[in-house]
C-alpha cells in the first residue's frame, strides 16, 4: 500500500495529497504517517512546498472530516434510540445508555474533536460521534482545522527535515499507534466492565 501512495503522490502532487488525505479520513487503513512524512520529503526534490502540503493535506482531512460527520447526523441519536428500544436487549443496551453517551459528548465533545485529530484512527472516528450528537457545524469544521493543523504540519515539517529518512517518522508514529490503541482497548475494556456490572447489580 505504501509503494501506491507515495506513487500516487508524486504522481499528481498536490491533488495527490488532498485526495489520499481525504481517503485516509474516511478510511482510517490508509496510514496518515506514510502520507504526511512524505509529503514533506518531496517538498526536498519537486517544486512543492511545505505550507502548500500543509494546505492541501489540511483541505482534504476537512473534506473527509465532514463526509464522516454528515454520516453520524443520518445515524442520530434519536434512531439509534429506537433501534436500541425495539433491538437493544439482545445486547443489554437501553435506549437511556445512549442518551447518557450522548449527554458525555456534548459535556467533553469540544475536547475530544480537537485532542482526537492528534490521535491516529481516532481522529477519523470521532467525526461520526460528532454528526450524531449535532454539534454545531462551524465549530466542528473549526476544531477540526485546528487540530488537523497542529498534527499536519509537525508530521509535514519533520518529513522535510529528515529528507530520505522520512520513513523514520511512521516508524516512530506507528509505534505511538500502537500505544493508543492499546490505552483505548484498555478504557473500552473498563467501561465494558462497569456496564455489566451494573447490568448486573440492577
Known amino acids: 500500500m505504501q509503494a501506491w501512495i507515495t506513487d500516487f503522490m508524486e504522481q ?5 495529497i488532498f485526495l489520499m488525505i481525504a481517503l485516509e479520513n474516511i478510511f482510517p487503513p490508509i496510514p496518515s504517517e506514510v502520507i504526511l512524512p512524505f509529503g ?37 441519536v434519536e434512531r439509534l434510540e429506537r ?7 439482545w445486547l443489554r443496551v437501553k435506549p437511556e445508555d445512549i442518551a447518557k453517551a450522548n449527554r458525555t459528548f456534548h459535556r467533553y465533545g469540544v475536547w475530544a474533536v480537537f485532542f482526537g ?14 454528526g450524531m450528537a449535532k454539534m454545531n457545524i ?15 504540519t509537525i508530521l509535514i515539517s519533520v518529513g522535510a527535515a529528515l529528507g530520505q529518512s522520512w520513513e ?5 508514529i506507528g509505534m505511538y499507534a500502537e500505544v493508543v490503541y492499546v490505552i483505548i482497548a484498555i478504557i473500552i475494556l473498563v467501561a465494558a ?6 447490568r448486573r447489580a440492577s
Open 12 to 16: 499528481f502532487g498536490y491533488i495527490g
Open 40 to 76: 514533506g520529503f518531496m517538498t526536498t526534490y519537486t517544486s512543492l512546498t511545505v505550507p502548500g502540503v500543509i494546505v492541501a493535506a489540511t483541505a482534504g482531512s476537512i473534506v473527509g472530516a465532514i463526509v464522516l460527520y454528515g454520516i453520524g447526523r443520518l445515524l442520530s
Open 83 to 89: 433501534i436500541v428500544d425495539r433491538w437493544g436487549g
Open 117 to 130: 485529530r492528534m490521535i491516529p484512527l481516532v481522529r477519523s472516528l470521532i467525526s461520526i460521534p460528532a
Open 138 to 152: 462551524g465549530l466542528f469544521v473549526w476544531l477540526s482545522v485546528l487540530g488537523t493543523l497542529i498534527w499536519n
Open 168 to 172: 523514520k517518522v511512521s516508524e516512530v
Open 193 to 198: 466492565v462497569r456496564f455489566w456490572k451494573r
